[in-house]
């Protein structure tokens, strides 16, 4: 008889977050009876330029600041750390209560509520459209909104705010750059062509472009790609990366209805129980 328990026993499930991001989703994971395996795409580093966000700061403080959108914890963990180097962080974390704020997922919403900044809206769906949607009702045009977010963000949000009439200012809180280290590019990819990694979860379209840009001296884009596929279940977490990694070649990507790595997982034990339960019937 075929267990119906949604585990993931026996499954090791590579996360392709920045390691400093990962011990939720890898306890998540292990709770589920599944093996956490990391092959960091990103790797988050501090900017050296602090004079946009002291600007951000003088102008929130004259009252210039009508939304504030924040697109990830690293974005609220960022700006805070740079409020505190340049010796502001009182004047931000009081002049920040005036704007609107919008949280992309709970998990933001979270960490700017640890931190004592409310939250007007989280949307139902954590996506730029989704942002976009959500805000049809309110009237932005002609307001001012900035994204504290990182330099390699995706243009998306930006585009379609304008599009409303919205003055939108981005500001770079981090960077997103490509991990080197040789080893662990070499282990996945040995891992990999061994069949000991049997899913591959992408958190973001970034996440996905990276690892075929990280690994392009070991290996060519068709051949990781013809690797992946035949060896992995793909997941991809939101519209925007399900279409990049579909677009980089990968097939039979799966993508939750809600973009959390928890329903990630959920999906991919559904997968496989009902993969299962069609053998042997």
């Not at 502001?88 to 700017?112: C, F, H, N, S």
């Not at 949307?123 to 977010?149: C, D, G, H, M, V």
């Not at 991919?268 to 042997?280: F, Y």
Request: aromatic share 6%; hydrophobic share 40%; net charge positive.
């Amino acid at each position: 008889m075929v267990s119906r328990d949604l585990t993931l026993k026996g499954k090791t499930i590579a996360i392709t977050r920045p390691l400093c991001q990962t011990e939720e989703t890898a306890e998540i994971i292990r709770k589920k009876g599944g093996k956490p395996y990391f092959i960091p795409t990103i790797e988050i580093k501090n900017v050296s330029d602090l004079s946009p966000v002291k600007k951000f700061i003088e102008e929130l403080a004259a009252g210039k600041v009508d939304y504030i959108i924040f697109m990830s914890t690293n974005g609220v963990k960022h700006l805070l750390d740079i409020a505190k180097k340049l010796k502001m962080l009182d004047t931000l974390k009081r002049e920040i209560q005036k704007p609107v704020i919008i949280a992309v997922g709970p998990r933001t919403a979270e960490e700017l509520k640890i931190n004592n900044i409310h939250v007007n809206l989280v949307p139902t769906q954590y996506t730029s459209e989704s942002i976009t949607e959500s805000l049809k009702s309110w009237k932005i045009a002609k307001k001012t909104i900035f994204i504290p977010r990182t330099s390699a963000a995706n243009p998306t949000l930006k585009e379609k705010l304008k599009e409303r009439g919205a003055i939108v200012r981005e500001i770079y809180v981090y960077k997103s750059a490509i991990p080197t280290d040789k080893k662990i590019k070499e282990k996945f990819l040995q891992d990999a062509r061994n069949g000991n990694i049997h899913a591959l979860i992408f958190g973001s379209a970034l996440s996905a472009k990276n690892l075929f840009q990280m690994l392009n001296e070991q290996i060519s884009v068709e051949k990781l790609r013809d690797l992946l596929n035949e060896k992995m279940t793909i997941v991809a977490i939101g519209p925007v990366t399900a279409e990049t990694v579909t677009k980089l070649g990968l097939k039979g990507v799966l993508m939750p209805q809600i973009q959390l790595f928890e329903d990630a997982l959920n999906l991919l034990a559904k997968h496989w129980s009902s993969n299962l339960s069609q053998l042997v019937n």
